[in-house]
């Protein structure tokens, strides 16, 4: 494991508020040691750093009382959804209570005429679009996990239609939450846009619960596409790949998906998902519209990747083939554990401008081919945002400093390409390091922010901010 | 006009900052009334309150230093883009200094291939477009009058083509900032997504000026269309043009522009514009694509329109027609001023959930029939915003009082339909009253970021918060 420094623990507030929440919970608070192991853990490769108790409320009153007892006794509040950040975000470095918000998990209402939706933020994603799907509508927003919808909000999400549709901060219309102290606020109405003060939503919105919990949101949805058609197409190299779709967005093309898996994460898919993909650099794409347009749009992408040396181009319209391909995709992280046993992995989130994208994948296959890391590569190449999947045996010293090494370079290297170090996964523990280099003076402001609205430091403590906390 | 309540001076600061600063920019900084006059002038019924100087800065760093001066002294700052807010947005009710950005006027960048761009406050969107065409790019923010990006920026606005394409919360990559003490920050980077820490470029969007003067601009682009098609087509009843504009949202037709014009703004736009419109509630439409895409769009939308006794439907493809229908809409804040020769225009700026729409049009037709208000109205109805032009005999006081019922009556309304008292507009001083009502607990925490980063209040005092400043 890669150390997360331990916070200094308020012993004596915590002790005060499990003590208090105990009685008013009861078998909905929990201090078992696997329980809390549980909620610290997260799909990373930084050590676990369990709560000392997890609470499960039901209603926005419940997280209100929840808070104000460990704002009184300035206990941490760590806000759970469903433990698949990748960055240390649910970790407990200076203990206190983990709200687990999968019980609130309803769909509060469906307003289709005006294509929203209220829910609970332990809804996962996969949930609400069952429920939407008879309606004719869907929530497009799908980071490879079955995430929860809080939680999403709460990293600034995206995942393979964000290309097309945006990601979490574009399609939140408004949020209810529990302040640091307590209150419970609602940031905005149900309009479609407002000029109405300074936007709360987006300030909550990737905040990964330092400013408060997300209770409810209020989701924008969208009509499902008369047509669909998902398409694949093989180049000769990544960089073959990463040019096409360059041209493809600089063209124009509405793509809803523009996917990239390298010849070395297309071999994990065939294997874990019984697929039978040429293995050579892939994009998988998906097309929206009218039935006209998709099949328009698929044509002209063809021309596009034809110029780049794409061949194989195949088109479906087959809803069950077009899901077995994206469920592929979306099992991409388990099914490249799998090329290494027992190993960690390890994901890069770089995102930089579209025109740098194939020089930044390139560059990045090279250094690891140097350093002789396992990383297949995948990537929402449409935002210029990409993944490295690092496997690395914990237990060799010289590995993990080189990951560490290769994870530094990519961040710096990005950045220096006018991108950011994270494009979807958020900052967490994992790249509290690369913020100020990112942001430079902006830091102060963000943390000015932080200490105006949780002075005491109880939400989420150690997660974003680099110095302020350890 | 409608009296601003003045707030307390800081006479001494003020002088030694003007004194400073004449010092440093000679002729750059200007105290004559007339000047000072047009500075606290804003397109409203609100009285002029001038600043005591206007400074016209030419760099990030000269701002910076203003700033600096400012914060020192304690002297208020005024960011002034054009002068076309319609809220009081650039009057100066403690005085101080207005930073006019007009000669930071440059395009800085133009990365067609990452469809974005880098530009100083003071470009027009005009300009911007002017300088964009020959590459086949545009920014679709189109605010009525021919604001300064900057401007556009501080009051989040949108405009015609928000439906389609968004507000300028969707439309900016990052910005640079000087903040209120007079550091300068960039919010992000270049890249189309990320999730680095807090957002605050979406913080200093909309927050009017009161957290910091935006200094540069990175903007998102878009390709201009294959095709355009422009349409209108006649309706028997606001209601029903509004039941058909539910209707084609709700079906999915990507419009870009859908608006509503009621019988009497086409009377106005008739005499102003130069244009042989049939006098009755009018929808005009526009429709980007592909060829085959934009007229598909058209079409059904016909198809829509008929079934609400939409008649005389006519589409066209002709760029001059198009130009000359749509300069008529962005023409008609002048041309309703026409129709009463002397009065004041007082515009309100209420958007609603689209499923709300035809209701709280035609509650606001017969509210304004009732008190006997000439209030034409016209509205980007694809996003349930409208707005209503009042024009006031400003002379006449139980007019004036009648009208400021009549807007209080109809922000209460939208209010208590899940809307926003402003869809584009923003607070400025004229709708302080209303964010409290709309937005309840959260106003104490947007008070805390405003505390937090201007302690001193100097960056635009008297604006947005209802109690702090009087």
């Known amino acids: 494991m890669v150390q997360a420094k331990s916070l200094r623990r308020n012993e004596a507030g915590i002790e005060t508020v499990?003590?208090?929440?105990?009685?008013?919970?009861?078998?909905?608070?929990?201090?078992?040691?696997?329980?809390?192991?549980?909620?610290?853990?997260?799909?990373?490769?930084?050590e676990n750093q369990p709560p000392d108790a997890v609470v499960f409320p039901h209603s926005t009153q419940e997280v209100s009382e929840i808070v104000?007892?460990?704002?009184?006794?300035?206990a941490p509040v760590i806000a759970f959804g469903t433990g698949t950040s990748l960055e240390g975000h649910v970790n407990a470095p200076a203990g206190g209570i983990s709200v687990d918000l999968s019980q609130m998990n309803k769909v509060l209402a469906v307003h289709s005429g005006d294509l929203d939706c209220v829910v609970q933020p332990g809804v996962t994603r996969e949930e609400l679009n069952t429920h939407l799907r008879d309606q004719g509508l869907f929530f497009p927003i799908d980071p490879g996990a079955n995430a929860s919808l809080g939680?999403?909000?709460?990293?600034?999400?995206?995942?393979?239609?964000?290309?097309?549709?945006?990601?979490?901060?574009?399609?939140?219309?408004?949020?209810?939450?529990?302040m640091p102290d307590g209150q419970i606020i609602r940031t905005g109405q149900r309009a479609r846009k407002s000029s109405a003060g300074y936007d709360l939503t987006r300030l909550m919105v990737g905040a990964e619960g330092t400013l408060g919990i997300i209770t409810e949101l209020t989701l924008r949805l969208q009509g499902i596409p008369e047509a669909i058609?998902?398409?694949?197409?093989?180049?000769p190299s990544v960089d073959a790949a990463c040019q096409a779709v360059m041209m493809t967005i600089q063209y124009g093309v509405p793509v809803a998906r523009i996917e990239l898996l390298d010849e070395v994460s297309v071999k994990a898919a065939n294997a874990y998902s019984g697929l039978a993909l040429?293995?050579?650099?892939?994009?998988?794409?998906?097309?929206?519209?009218?039935?006209?347009?998709?099949?328009?749009?698929?044509?002209?992408?063809?021309?596009?990747?034809?110029?780049?040396?794409?061949?194989?181009?195949?088109?479906?319209?087959?809803?069950?083939?077009?899901?077995?391909?994206?469920?592929?995709?979306?099992?991409?992280?388990?099914?490249?554990?799998?090329?290494?046993?027992?190993a960690r992995g390890i994901s890069t989130d770089v995102c930089v401008p579209i025109s740098r994208l194939a020089e930044c994948v390139t560059a990045t296959r090279n250094k690891a081919k140097e350093l002789e890391l396992l990383a297949p590569i995948v990537g929402h190449v449409g935002d210029g945002n990409f993944h490295t999947?690092?496997?690395?045996?914990?237990?060799?010293?010289?590995?993990?400093?080189?990951?560490?090494?290769?994870?530094?370079?990519?961040?710096?290297l990005a950045i220096e390409m006018e991108g950011t170090c994270t494009g979807e996964h958020g900052i967490g523990q994992g790249k509290?390091?690369?913020?100020?280099?990112?942001?430079?003076?902006?830091?102060?402001?963000?943390?000015?922010?932080?200490?105006?609205?949780?002075?005491?430091?109880?939400?989420?403590?150690?997660?974003?901010?680099?110095a302020r906390d350890g």
């Open 68 to 74: 104000k007892a460990c704002a009184t006794h300035k």
């Open 229 to 235: 058609t998902s398409a694949r197409c093989v180049f």
């Open 18 to 46: 499990v003590g208090i929440l105990k009685q008013q919970f009861g078998d909905r608070l929990q201090t078992g040691q696997a329980i809390r192991e549980q909620h610290g853990h997260t799909t990373t490769w930084i």
């Open 151 to 178: 939680g999403m909000a709460a990293t600034r999400a995206s995942g393979t239609n964000a290309v097309r549709y945006g990601t979490m901060k574009d399609n939140i219309l408004s949020l209810e939450a529990v």
């Open 432 to 466: 509290r390091s690369y913020l100020a280099k990112e942001l430079g003076a902006a830091l102060t402001f963000m943390e000015a922010v932080k200490k105006a609205l949780d002075p005491d430091n109880i939400m989420n403590p150690g997660k974003i901010f680099p």
């Open 278 to 342: 040429p293995e050579t650099p892939l994009l998988l794409l998906e097309f929206h519209g009218s039935t006209g347009g998709a099949v328009e749009q698929a044509e002209t992408f063809g021309q596009i990747a034809e110029e780049f040396g794409g061949t194989d181009f195949a088109a479906t319209s087959t809803t069950e083939e077009r899901n077995k391909l994206w469920q592929a995709r979306h099992d991409m992280y388990w099914a490249s554990l799998q090329l290494r046993p027992g």
């Open 389 to 412: 999947l690092l496997l690395i045996d914990m237990e060799n010293a010289d590995e993990v400093a080189k990951a560490d090494g290769f994870v530094g370079w990519l961040n710096d």
